[in-house]
């Protein structure tokens, strides 16, 4: 992938935001600190460049680990309404393999 060689350190399931750019505004996952937040959101928008993760409007998604691969779902905002809820939000799901 080229951010890190070693994911044994990427918790097991971890959410994400991204912005219209396929920049990553937030990572979350329980006892998450600033140094691997900011690793994660760059493995993140590594995926986003290679294509595995699409992006629009904003992209939100969860990343967990299974049998040798990372599994993200997510929806990305592809149309913006006039309200929230007028959003046109596309469901995804990927395997990245690790």
Same mark, same amino acid.
């Given at each position: 992938?080229?951010?890190?060689?070693?994911?044994?350190?990427?918790?097991?399931?971890? %959410?994400?935001?991204?912005? %219209?750019?396929?920049?990553?505004?937030?990572? &979350?996952?329980?006892?998450?600190? &600033?140094?691997?937040?900011?690793?994660?959101?760059?493995?993140? *928008?590594?995926?986003?460049?290679?294509?595995?993760?699409?992006?629009?409007?904003?992209?939100?998604?969860?990343?967990?680990?299974?049998?040798?691969?990372?599994?993200?779902?997510? %929806?990305?905002?592809? *149309?913006?309404?006039?309200?929230?809820?007028?959003?046109?939000w596309?469901?995804?799901?990927?395997?990245?393999?690790?």
């Amino acid at each position: 992938m080229g951010v890190i060689m070693n994911y044994n350190f990427v918790p097991n399931f971890f %959410e994400f935001e991204l912005d %219209e750019q396929g920049g990553w505004d937030s990572v &979350d996952f329980e006892g998450c600190t &600033d140094e691997i937040e900011d690793v994660l959101g760059k493995i993140v *928008e590594e995926w986003v460049n290679k294509d595995y993760i699409p992006k629009g409007e904003k992209t939100i998604g969860k990343v967990w680990k299974e049998d040798g691969y990372f599994v993200v779902t997510g %929806e990305v905002c592809t *149309e913006l309404g006039e309200d929230w809820n007028d959003d046109k939000w596309d469901n995804f799901e990927v395997k990245i393999l690790f």
